[in-house]
Protein backbone atom coordinates (compact mmCIF):
# COMPACT_ATOMS: atom_id res chain seq x y z
CA UNK A 1 0.00 0.00 0.00
CA UNK A 2 1.43 3.58 -1.25
CA UNK A 3 1.32 6.29 1.38
CA UNK A 4 -1.11 7.72 -1.04
CA UNK A 5 -3.85 4.99 -0.58
CA UNK A 6 -2.90 4.71 3.23
CA UNK A 7 -6.14 4.37 5.48
CA UNK A 8 -5.02 7.12 7.98
CA UNK A 9 -5.35 10.86 7.04
CA UNK A 10 -2.66 11.86 9.65
CA UNK A 11 0.12 10.33 12.36
CA UNK A 12 2.67 11.35 15.07
CA UNK A 13 5.93 12.35 13.38
CA UNK A 14 9.44 13.43 14.88
CA UNK A 15 9.57 16.92 14.30
CA UNK A 16 13.31 16.89 13.17
CA UNK A 17 15.95 14.90 11.65
CA UNK A 18 18.29 15.21 14.30
CA UNK A 19 19.06 12.65 16.77
CA UNK A 20 17.63 12.96 20.26
CA UNK A 21 19.98 11.25 22.97
CA UNK A 22 19.22 10.29 26.51
CA UNK A 23 21.44 8.47 29.09
CA UNK A 24 20.14 6.19 31.95
CA UNK A 25 21.73 4.66 34.87
CA UNK A 26 20.22 1.17 35.28
CA UNK A 27 21.41 -0.55 38.00
CA UNK A 28 24.91 0.19 37.21
CA UNK A 29 24.36 -0.48 33.48
CA UNK A 30 24.50 2.45 30.90
CA UNK A 31 21.63 2.75 29.22
CA UNK A 32 21.60 5.63 26.08
CA UNK A 33 18.55 5.94 24.30
CA UNK A 34 18.10 7.46 20.79
CA UNK A 35 15.42 8.21 18.89
CA UNK A 36 15.33 9.46 15.05
CA UNK A 37 12.71 10.28 12.48
CA UNK A 38 13.37 7.52 9.38
CA UNK A 39 11.55 7.02 6.25
CA UNK A 40 12.10 3.90 5.15
CA UNK A 41 14.16 0.41 6.55
CA UNK A 42 16.98 1.26 4.51
CA UNK A 43 17.46 3.98 6.19
CA UNK A 44 16.80 3.10 9.19
CA UNK A 45 19.18 -0.05 8.69
CA UNK A 46 21.97 2.50 7.58
CA UNK A 47 21.49 4.54 10.79
CA UNK A 48 21.48 0.95 12.84
CA UNK A 49 24.76 -0.01 11.85
CA UNK A 50 26.53 3.47 12.22
CA UNK A 51 25.41 3.58 15.40
CA UNK A 52 26.82 0.00 15.68
CA UNK A 53 30.19 1.21 14.87
CA UNK A 54 30.14 4.77 17.37
CA UNK A 55 29.57 1.54 19.98
CA UNK A 56 31.38 -1.07 18.80
CA UNK A 57 32.37 -1.37 22.73
CA UNK A 58 28.55 -1.92 23.70
CA UNK A 59 27.33 -4.76 25.67
CA UNK A 60 23.82 -4.70 22.96
CA UNK A 61 22.82 -2.07 20.58
CA UNK A 62 19.26 -2.71 20.72
CA UNK A 63 16.96 -1.01 17.53
CA UNK A 64 13.46 -0.75 17.18
CA UNK A 65 11.41 0.64 14.39
CA UNK A 66 8.12 1.72 13.08
CA UNK A 67 7.04 2.98 9.30
CA UNK A 68 4.29 4.18 7.32
CA UNK A 69 0.81 5.97 7.86
CA UNK A 70 -0.79 2.83 8.98
CA UNK A 71 2.61 1.42 10.89
CA UNK A 72 2.52 -1.53 9.02
CA UNK A 73 6.44 -2.29 8.91
CA UNK A 74 7.67 -2.94 12.52
CA UNK A 75 10.84 -4.54 13.24
CA UNK A 76 13.38 -5.15 16.44
CA UNK A 77 16.08 -7.26 17.90
CA UNK A 78 17.30 -8.45 21.33
CA UNK A 79 20.93 -8.14 19.98
CA UNK A 80 21.73 -10.88 21.87
CA UNK A 81 19.60 -10.06 25.33
CA UNK A 82 17.27 -12.87 26.21
CA UNK A 83 14.60 -13.59 23.23
CA UNK A 84 11.65 -11.16 24.33
CA UNK A 85 12.95 -8.66 27.08
CA UNK A 86 14.78 -5.71 24.54
CA UNK A 87 13.68 -5.28 21.39
CA UNK A 88 9.86 -6.24 21.35
CA UNK A 89 9.37 -4.09 24.60
CA UNK A 90 11.31 -1.01 23.06
CA UNK A 91 8.76 -2.10 19.83
CA UNK A 92 5.94 -1.60 22.32
CA UNK A 93 7.14 1.33 24.01
CA UNK A 94 6.78 3.10 20.67
CA UNK A 95 3.96 1.95 19.44
CA UNK A 96 2.06 2.70 22.78
CA UNK A 97 4.02 6.32 23.49
CA UNK A 98 1.08 9.08 23.71
CA UNK A 99 1.83 11.98 22.24
CA UNK A 100 -0.26 14.95 22.73
CA UNK A 101 -1.89 17.52 20.03
CA UNK A 102 -4.39 20.17 20.86
CA UNK A 103 -5.02 18.71 24.25
CA UNK A 104 -5.53 15.03 22.61
CA UNK A 105 -3.87 12.25 22.86
CA UNK A 106 -2.73 10.10 19.84
CA UNK A 107 -0.99 6.53 19.86
CA UNK A 108 0.11 6.97 16.47
CA UNK A 109 3.81 7.61 15.98
CA UNK A 110 5.68 6.36 12.82
CA UNK A 111 8.34 6.82 10.60
CA UNK A 112 10.83 6.32 13.62
CA UNK A 113 13.37 4.51 14.83
CA UNK A 114 14.67 4.26 18.55
CA UNK A 115 18.00 2.37 19.55
CA UNK A 116 19.30 1.59 22.99
CA UNK A 117 22.53 1.10 23.86
CA UNK A 118 23.53 -0.96 26.87
CA UNK A 119 27.03 -1.07 28.73
CA UNK A 120 26.58 -3.74 31.16
CA UNK A 121 27.47 -2.59 34.86
CA UNK A 122 28.08 -5.95 36.11
CA UNK A 123 24.41 -6.64 37.88
CA UNK A 124 21.88 -8.73 36.27
CA UNK A 125 18.46 -7.14 36.03
CA UNK A 126 16.39 -10.61 35.48
CA UNK A 127 13.98 -10.54 32.65
CA UNK A 128 11.63 -8.42 34.07
CA UNK A 129 14.22 -5.77 34.82
CA UNK A 130 15.57 -5.69 31.15
CA UNK A 131 12.43 -5.60 29.83
CA UNK A 132 11.46 -2.76 32.24
CA UNK A 133 14.85 -0.72 31.53
CA UNK A 134 14.66 -1.04 27.64
CA UNK A 135 11.50 0.24 27.73
CA UNK A 136 12.02 3.42 29.68
CA UNK A 137 14.75 3.91 28.08
CA UNK A 138 12.82 4.22 25.05
CA UNK A 139 10.01 6.38 26.66
CA UNK A 140 13.06 8.93 27.95
CA UNK A 141 14.15 9.80 25.14
CA UNK A 142 10.80 10.17 23.21
CA UNK A 143 9.91 12.52 26.10
CA UNK A 144 12.74 14.41 25.21
CA UNK A 145 11.60 14.49 21.38
CA UNK A 146 9.82 17.30 19.59
CA UNK A 147 6.58 15.95 17.81
CA UNK A 148 4.39 16.92 15.11
CA UNK A 149 1.27 16.07 12.86
CA UNK A 150 1.39 14.65 10.04
CA UNK A 151 -1.00 15.13 7.55
CA UNK A 152 -2.22 14.07 4.11
CA UNK A 153 -3.51 16.73 2.32
CA UNK A 154 -5.07 17.40 -1.40
CA UNK A 155 -3.34 20.10 -3.00
CA UNK A 156 -5.70 22.26 -4.65
CA UNK A 157 -4.52 25.16 -6.82
CA UNK A 158 -6.20 28.66 -7.87
CA UNK A 159 -5.27 31.53 -10.14
CA UNK A 160 -5.15 35.07 -9.15
CA UNK A 161 -3.77 38.22 -10.40
CA UNK A 162 -0.31 39.03 -9.50
CA UNK A 163 -1.77 42.14 -7.78
CA UNK A 164 -3.93 40.57 -5.92
CA UNK A 165 -1.62 37.42 -4.52
CA UNK A 166 -0.57 38.97 -0.81
CA UNK A 167 -4.42 39.85 -0.01
CA UNK A 168 -5.63 36.21 -1.44
CA UNK A 169 -3.11 34.75 0.98
CA UNK A 170 -3.26 36.82 3.59
CA UNK A 171 -7.69 36.15 3.09
CA UNK A 172 -6.74 32.05 3.18
CA UNK A 173 -4.26 32.02 6.31
CA UNK A 174 -6.84 34.08 8.08
CA UNK A 175 -9.47 31.95 7.77
CA UNK A 176 -7.54 28.47 8.39
CA UNK A 177 -6.16 27.28 5.27
CA UNK A 178 -2.40 26.30 4.39
CA UNK A 179 -0.74 28.16 1.99
CA UNK A 180 2.15 25.79 0.46
CA UNK A 181 3.44 27.93 -2.08
CA UNK A 182 2.64 30.29 -5.04
CA UNK A 183 4.11 30.26 -8.63
CA UNK A 184 4.51 33.69 -9.91
CA UNK A 185 5.42 32.26 -13.57
CA UNK A 186 2.40 33.16 -16.37
CA UNK A 187 -0.15 35.67 -16.80
CA UNK A 188 -1.90 35.05 -13.76
CA UNK A 189 0.13 33.74 -10.36
CA UNK A 190 -1.15 30.10 -9.36
CA UNK A 191 -1.53 29.45 -5.25
CA UNK A 192 -1.47 25.87 -4.11
CA UNK A 193 -3.26 25.37 -1.04
CA UNK A 194 -3.60 21.93 1.18
CA UNK A 195 -6.56 21.02 2.64
CA UNK A 196 -7.25 18.01 4.65
CA UNK A 197 -7.67 14.64 2.30
CA UNK A 198 -11.75 14.45 3.13
CA UNK A 199 -14.19 13.43 0.09
CA UNK A 200 -15.47 16.74 0.19
CA UNK A 201 -12.76 18.93 0.81
CA UNK A 202 -12.07 20.89 -2.08
CA UNK A 203 -16.48 21.06 -2.59
CA UNK A 204 -16.21 23.18 0.84
CA UNK A 205 -13.16 24.79 -0.26
CA UNK A 206 -14.58 26.07 -3.17
CA UNK A 207 -17.56 27.17 -1.14
CA UNK A 208 -15.27 29.23 1.05
CA UNK A 209 -13.78 30.75 -2.08
CA UNK A 210 -16.42 32.03 -3.51
CA UNK A 211 -17.61 34.07 -0.35
CA UNK A 212 -14.27 35.35 0.40
CA UNK A 213 -13.90 36.58 -3.56
CA UNK A 214 -17.39 37.28 -4.30
CA UNK A 215 -16.97 34.58 -7.07
CA UNK A 216 -14.14 35.66 -8.69
CA UNK A 217 -11.79 32.80 -8.08
CA UNK A 218 -12.14 28.95 -7.98
CA UNK A 219 -9.47 25.88 -7.07
CA UNK A 220 -9.12 22.68 -8.79
CA UNK A 221 -7.14 19.65 -7.06
CA UNK A 222 -4.23 18.77 -8.17
CA UNK A 223 -2.83 15.93 -6.46
CA UNK A 224 -2.13 14.58 -2.78
CA UNK A 225 0.65 14.68 -0.13
CA UNK A 226 1.73 14.54 3.14
CA UNK A 227 2.68 17.67 5.14
CA UNK A 228 4.37 18.26 8.51
CA UNK A 229 1.64 20.45 10.27
CA UNK A 230 3.36 23.53 12.29
CA UNK A 231 3.16 23.18 16.11
Known sequence: MSHADSRTRRYTVVAHRNTVEVTLDIRRSEFIGMVRRVESEDEARAWIDQVRGVHHAATHVVPAFVLGPDRDIQ????????????GMPMLQALTNYRAVHDGVEHADISDVCAIAVRYFGGVKLGAGGLVRAY???????????????????????????????????????????????????????????????????????????????????????VGTQWQDLSR
Open 75 to 86: RSSDDGEPAGTA
Open 135 to 221: SDTVVAALDQTPLVVRQRMVLVALQAPHGEVGRVENDLRSAGFTVLGTDYAGPQATITVGLDDADDALENFNARLASMTAGALIAEA
